[in-house]
């Protein structure tokens, strides 16, 4: 069982839609929780930084941590087609070593 | 600011041959940077750490004799892929971890990742 696992897609979704991104885990020692974003040959880009459980919202973001369940979301509000890109959930421990999820490829059609 | 850069962003050579990529952090000091490979539709997956001013720690299976990597200053470290081959080909991606403090005294961080080096060995 990998340690962290994300549906790869491909998700498509007209502009405008409420996308959800999800990953769970089986490591209970995670506490950092993160939502990268990456385009086609770049680099990835932090969009979500979350300590812990709880919710983070900014702008049309949403990061959700529900440690109970081991499992973290990703929403996206009134998605653009400039939100298509493969979005990688990553966490870690006390360590600073990131375990990346394989990521979900998005595309938003308008 | 937190920008990483790599250089080159894409490179093609010869099998047998040496390449090196640079990551540089340009506007904030990093002791610690990270070096990750990423095949096509898949996810990053972490070669080693490098620290600056002693050896980097490598990940089980990585080779250290095939992936040299050496941070001699607070802004740089540097992966050299040694007698590279096919199957090297790969997009490699460096972080750098930036630190911050809190007014509370306590401190978080977080990693900036740079722009990627495609290498293809023919």
């Known amino acids: 069982q990998k340690e962290v696992e994300q549906d790869p897609g491909p998700l498509s979704v007209p502009e405008g839609a409420i996308v959800s991104l999800n990953c769970t885990y089986s490591?209970?020692?995670?506490?950092?929780f993160m939502w990268y974003r990456q385009y086609s040959r770049k680099g990835p880009e932090l969009l979500m930084y979350?300590?812990?459980?709880g919710n983070k919202e900014d702008g049309r973001f949403t990061a959700q941590v529900d440690k109970s369940s081991k499992y973290i979301s990703l929403f996206i509000r009134d998605s653009q087609p400039s939100d298509s890109a493969t979005y990688l959930c990553?966490?870690?421990?006390?360590?600073?070593?990131?375990?990346f999820g394989t990521g979900t490829r998005l595309q938003v059609f308008p | 600011g937190a920008v990483v850069s790599q250089h080159p962003s894409w490179v093609i050579c010869k099998s047998g041959t040496s390449v090196k990529i640079e990551c540089r952090s340009l506007?904030?000091?990093?002791?610690?940077m990270f070096w990750y490979r990423q095949f096509p539709k898949q996810s990053l997956m972490l070669m080693a750490t490098?620290?600056?001013?002693?050896?980097?720690?490598?990940e089980q299976g990585v080779e250290k004799d095939k992936f040299l990597i050496n941070h001699a200053s607070l802004t740089l470290s540097t992966l050299t892929v040694t007698s590279a081959h096919p199957e090297d080909s790969s997009f490699y991606i460096c972080?750098?971890?930036?630190?911050?403090?809190?007014?509370?005294?306590?401190?978080?961080?977080?990693?900036?990742f740079g722009p990627g080096t495609r290498l293809t060995v023919l």
């Open positions: 506007d904030f000091q990093a002791t610690t």
């Open positions: 490591n209970s020692a995670f506490q950092y």
């Open positions: 979350t300590y812990s459980s």
């Open positions: 990553a966490m870690s421990d006390w360590a600073d070593k990131l375990i």
């Open positions: 490098s620290n600056e001013g002693s050896k980097a720690t490598y």
């Open positions: 972080s750098a971890r930036r630190e911050y403090g809190t007014s509370g005294g306590s401190s978080y961080n977080e990693q900036f």
